[in-house]
């Protein structure tokens, strides 16, 4: 091969293509998500579609589809999960986490979080250490703002807090 035409050759740039340059494929995700402009967002959709048709297959032990309304629940579809749960390559991973989803109904960004520890992408699980972090951090923040605050209203506050978490876990 000569210098001139190794350098006509150009990489890709960018992120790989998920969805394959199929036109069918692209109607439905078009279809599911119609506003979406962007490769991301098609991504996104693509993710969501394959998490409805892997939970669409999973048949309970009455053969009736299980309960998954709170995920897919037509207008009302969490696609933003979905997505998260279509990027799980295990239908049977997949459609587990669906279920405790389903019956934990956390928020979308917990639920996110989650799917993203599952799949070993979203960083490491919090811990105390890094809770007592946060609360150190909140406490000195609020301690400078208010200087005139004594560490008696600190401890006092800090035990106030922990009273109130002990009683809503």
């Known amino acids: 091969m000569m210098i001139s ?7 890709n740039r960018g992120r790989p293509r998920v969805i394959p340059d199929d036109a069918t494929i692209r109607l439905f995700v078009g279809g599911f998500s119609p506003g979406v402009t962007t490769e991301r967002g098609r991504q996104n959709a693509f993710y969501a579609l394959r998490a409805l048709a892997a939970l669409s297959r999973e048949k309970n032990d009455e053969g009736k589809p299980p309960p998954f309304a709170w995920l897919a629940a037509g207008d009302r579809a969490r696609k933003t999960i979905l997505a998260e749960l279509g990027r799980i390559d295990d239908d049977r991973l997949l459609v587990s986490a669906a279920q405790h989803l389903c019956d934990a109904k956390p928020t979308t960004r917990r639920a996110v979080a989650w799917l993203r520890r599952l799949r070993g992408t979203g960083g490491d699980a ?18 400078q703002d208010h ?23």
């Open 5 to 11: 035409e190794m350098s006509s050759e150009k990489p």
């Open 126 to 143: 919090p811990d105390a250490g890094q809770v007592a972090s946060a609360v150190i951090r909140t406490v000195n923040q609020y301690a």
């Open 147 to 169: 200087p005139e605050i004594d560490n008696a209203q600190l401890y006092e506050g800090a035990s106030i807090a922990l009273r109130e978490i002990g009683q809503s876990l």
